[in-house]
């Protein structure tokens, strides 16, 4: 199974991108800077298939390694 990570995937084409890559059969980590909207993207998301939300900002580092970590 190949598995993906879109960052911004909470809005706009970042979740776009994540529903395709999940209807193509992909895991999909939504990143998000905002876990609590990463959550509620990756649930109306879940119909397309196997998306995860993770807590990521490209400008926080322990967002970086934990998600490095998942």
Excluded at 19 to 24: D, G, P, V
Excluded at 34 to 41: F, N, S, V
Excluded at 45 to 52: E, Q
């Amino acid at each position: 199974m190949e598995v993906s990570l879109v960052t911004g995937g909470n809005s706009g084409i970042g979740y776009e991108v994540v529903r395709q890559l999940a209807i193509e059969g992909m895991i999909v980590y939504l990143g998000s800077r905002d876990l609590e909207k990463g959550i509620t993207a990756a649930a109306e998301l879940s119909s397309a298939g196997d998306v995860r939300p993770i807590h990521l900002d490209l400008a926080d580092r322990a967002t970086l390694i934990s998600a490095s970590r998942s």
